[in-house]
């Protein structure tokens, strides 16, 4: 007999998205809605669809292929936010890089989540972004050395 430890029970949501501008109004639109459902406050919603609008729309600007956006809750208030692609494309640079308004999206999602990070995703896809925010404060231990916790699978998917 297995047990499902509380924390690994998730409500998850995933969704198809082509590759095109309108793919990140419509993945917020989705996650808002997702979110809405789960009843996360409004700091949680507004950073998580921050985090999905980043992710997005670096999947748009930086990848080929379709994109396929994942969302997820455990019961520890963890929120998952992951987007996987077809991988990277090449584009030129063509200004000089100043006053460049672009750049700053995988710094506002370490400034947002606990833990973030980008990987292999599963075929047809190939790149995996992903990032996990807390929804409770996040504290050390009293005594002890200090650990971090790290997601034990890049997936959405619990580990037994």
């Known amino acids: 007999m297995t047990t499902s430890h509380p924390a690994l ?6 969704l198809y998205l082509a590759r095109r501008p309108s793919a990140c109004p419509r993945a917020r639109h989705w996650a ?11 700091q949680e919603k507004d950073d ?13 600007v930086h990848a080929t292929g379709p994109i396929r956006a994942h969302l997820a809750r455990d019961t520890a208030g ?3 936010v992951q987007v996987d692609d077809g991988g990277p ?7 000089d890089g100043q006053d460049d308004e672009h750049g ?23 790149c995996r972004a992903w990032a996990i925010l807390t929804t409770t404060p996040v504290t050390a231990p009293a005594a002890g ?3 971090t916790a790290v997601p034990a699978a890049r997936t959405l998917e619990p580990t037994a």
């Open 104 to 126: 700053r999206g995988l710094g506002i999602v370490d400034h947002l989540a606990h833990h973030h990070g980008h990987g292999r995703a599963p075929y047809p896809y190939r």
């Open 78 to 80: 963890r929120i998952y």
């Open 9 to 14: 029970q998730r409500s998850r949501t995933s």
């Open 89 to 95: 494309t090449h584009h030129s640079d063509d200004g």
């Open 48 to 60: 998580v669809l921050l985090v999905m609008s980043e992710l997005v729309t670096n999947a748009i």
């Open 32 to 42: 808002a809605a997702a979110l809405q459902q789960w009843e996360a406050t409004g």
């Open 145 to 147: 050395p200090r650990t």
